[in-house]
């Protein structure tokens, strides 16, 4: 999740013009995980400073996290969570890799769904790797794989973050993945940056140079850049709970 300054020279119409090639094919997508985001038992979760659980949790504390966000699904009778797009969140600063003294990195660009580690990850439409690696500071994305897709002649990108560390042994640049291949497994904590099991999903229109890591939380006062850079990853996800 490292940071960096936005790339305020990329049209700010490209997010337009890929959500909705997006919306045009969103019947051609694939499920992302080995499970159902549309039954009764998925639910939202709130990871803003409103949460006045996590508020009194040692979010440091990665297995008291855990607990808290298990607790969070048993309250509303779920096994997944799901949410976090553009959600203004205080989590991240339990890891001192998001510390930025004149602002903090708060603003959640993709989203997240919370649910056991070892769940398959698969690739929701044909595409190949365009980098991966293992961004393991304490409270990053852990083994993160990115994968470049085009669809109507856009090339856009997704970004699997906090999976297993075995995913990417044999892994290489240029690895073709089609529709419903699995590409990894949603990882256990520490070893997927350590956090409580889930999987960051991100879509983004450019790689501004990156390779094998994309912000995944933003300033604030960035959000309109980051906005258009990052659609919203349920163009793809198709997830009800979060329409």
């Known amino acids: 999740m490292a940071a960096h300054s936005p790339p305020y020279h990329y049209m700010l119409n490209t997010e337009k013009k890929l959500s909705d090639i997006l919306r045009r094919h ?13 039954g009764e038992h998925v639910c939202r979760l709130d990871f803003t400073a409103a949460n006045q659980l996590l508020q009194q949790t040692d979010l440091r504390n990665t297995v008291a996290f855990n607990e808290v966000v298990n607790r969070m699904l048993q309250e509303q009778h779920a096994t997944i969570g799901v949410g976090g797009y553009l959600e203004n969140r205080f989590i991240y600063r ?15 660009l993709g989203i997240d769904v919370w649910l056991p580690a070892g769940t398959a990850v698969f690739a929701p439409l044909d595409g190949r790797v365009h980098s991966f690696a293992d961004n393991a ?51 256990p904590y520490p070893e997927n940056g350590d956090w409580p099991p889930h999987l960051h999903f991100q879509v983004m229109c450019s790689m501004d140079e990156k390779q094998g890591d994309y912000p995944g939380v933003a300033r604030l006062s960035e959000q309109a850049a980051y906005e258009a850079l990052c659609p919203n990853p349920n163009l793809i996800l198709n997830c009800r709970h979060l329409a």
């Open 137 to 187: 500071n304490f409270g990053d994305y852990g083994p993160t794989i990115i994968l470049e897709h085009e669809l109507e002649g856009v090339t856009f990108y997704t970004l699997y973050g906090h999976l297993n560390v075995a995913c990417l042994e044999g892994l290489s640049v240029g690895k073709e993945f089609r529709k419903g291949d699995k590409i990894a497994e949603v990882g």
């Open 94 to 108: 339990r890891s001192q890799h998001f510390d930025v003294a004149e602002e903090s990195r708060d603003l959640h």
């Open 26 to 38: 969103t019947d051609a997508f694939g499920p992302v995980l080995d499970a159902d985001l549309n």
